[in-house]
């Protein structure tokens, strides 16, 4: 993957919210808790699981924070680039996955900078609620842009109520489900989170892709 699309200027975002998050990224090495809350762990271990193939070419996951995630994600895929807006986040993840040379962390805020080329896949997680109503109509119009044929998108966000997002988690699925040109091909809810995965064109079932239904024709069921 190379740098950011060139042709989309960058507003400057100096907003509260953004000097909250550098302000926690900068106090803490893991404000979230990725590395010691059963929740978090557990969030990533469904996000994990909910990716309908093994490993994937190339991934893209902006806000990735300190890299609880992508630090799984780097062993599913042959390129990932995170990002984040805020700096002091993007130095802890570089740090956390300095020793992954495939991996890149940018500086980045979307949805006005992504990589250049389309990716295999794009994880969204808890991040989506905090983009103001433009930005969240770009971010949706953006996606499609993203994804290469077959490409899939992951979100996952929080339901519980957060007092400094714009919208919340179940209305961030909702309006992706009501307006995204994808189809939707699987998930997770529970009264924490809520995880959808959406899919552009190309093959939808996990056990066609790898083989399982063509084993089974051939050589029947086991005994």
């Not at 808790?33 to 193939?53: C, F, N, S």
């Amino acid at each position: 993957m190379s740098s950011s699309v060139a042709d989309r200027p960058v507003p400057t975002l100096a907003t509260p919210a953004l000097a909250h998050f550098d302000e926690l990224h900068r106090d803490s090495a893991d404000p979230w808790g990725v590395r010691t809350r059963w929740y978090e762990r557990r969030k990533t271990d469904l996000i994990m699981a909910a990716l309908p193939r093994e490993r994937y070419g190339s991934v893209f996951e902006p806000g990735c924070s300190v890299g609880g995630n992508s630090l799984r994600l780097a062993d599913r895929c042959d390129r990932l680039v995170a990002s984040d807006a805020s700096r002091s986040a993007v130095e802890r993840a570089r740090h956390a996955l300095s020793k992954h040379s495939h991996v890149r962390v940018e500086h980045w805020q979307l949805p006005w900078q992504w990589p250049a080329q389309r990716s295999d896949l794009v994880v969204v997680a808890e991040l989506a609620y905090y983009l103001d109503e433009d930005a969240f109509d770009r971010f949706l119009a953006w996606i499609p842009q993203a994804l290469e044929e077959g490409g899939q998108l992951l979100m996952c966000h929080w339901r519980a109520r957060i007092a400094d997002a714009h919208r919340s988690g179940d209305a961030v699925h909702g309006a992706a489900l009501q307006h995204l040109q994808l189809l939707r091909v699987g998930g997770w809810q529970d009264d924490d989170m809520r995880i959808d995965v959406w899919q552009r064109g190309g093959d939808v079932s996990v056990a066609a892709a790898g083989g399982a239904q063509e084993a089974i024709a051939q050589e029947g069921l086991p005994a």
